[in-house]
C-alpha cells in the first residue's frame, strides 16, 4: 500500500488513544482525580484519568478532527476520562464544521451517549457548542425535559446549553430553567445557575435584578453569591443579607 492511500485510512479509536496516550502522567491522573472529585460518594465517583491536560487534548484533536462518527463514539463511551473529554471536543469541531444534517447526526449521538458526559468540564465545553446552536430557531422543549431528569449532568447540559442564548441576549429559557432548579440538591447546579444568571447580568443587569428580585429569598446561597459576583461590594452584601 502506498503512503497515500494510506494517510486516507480512517483512524480507529485505538489510534486515536494511542497517540493520547503519548501525553499521560501518572502525577497529573493523580491531580486530576483529586480536582474531579473521584472518591466514593462524590459526584466523579469511579472515573479514571490518564493525566492529560487540555492543551494537549487539544493538539490530539487538531490530528484526528475528521475521525468517523462510530470511532469517536467509541471514546465517548470510554472509561477514561480524557478519551471523552477527546470525543466531546471531536465532535463540537465536526458539529460546527458541519451542514444541517451532520449536526443533526451529531446532536442526536449526544443526547444518546448523555450517561458518558458525566462531569461538569464535559458537559460545560460541550452542550453551549452542541445543544444550545442546535436548538437555535426551533422548539427548547428538551431542554425542559432534561432539567427534570434525575441525572445532575442532564440538568446541567439544560442549563448551560441556555448560555449560547444569552449571548444572542435571549434570556428566557435561562430564568425558566433556573427557577425550575432553584430546589436542586446539587452544588454543582447552584454553581450552574448562578454562573448563568450572571452571564444574564453582563448582558442587562436589569434583567437579573428582576429575577433575584422575585426569588433571592429561596435562592441557594452558592447560586446567589455566583449571580451577584460582579456586583458592587455594597449591593452584593445587600443581597446576601436576603432582606
Known sequence: MSLTAASKIAPSAETIQKRLRSFASREKAKLLQGFFK??????????????????????????????????????LRSTWHEDRVLALLILVSQFERGDEKVRKTIFALYLKHTKYINNWDLVDLSAPRIVGPFMDGGSRALLYRLVR????WERRIAILATSFFIRKGEFADTLALSEMLLNDNEDLMHKAVGWMLREVGKKEVAVLEAFLGKHKLRMPRTALRYAIERFPEAKRKSYLKKE
Open 38 to 75: 473521584t472518591g466514593p460518594g462524590e459526584y466523579g465517583e469511579g472515573d479514571k484519568f490518564l493525566g492529560v491536560m487540555v492543551p494537549q487534548t487539544r493538539l490530539v484533536v487538531k490530528e484526528f478532527r475528521d475521525a468517523p462518527l462510530p470511532e469517536v463514539a467509541k471514546l
Open 149 to 152: 431528569s434525575k441525572n445532575l
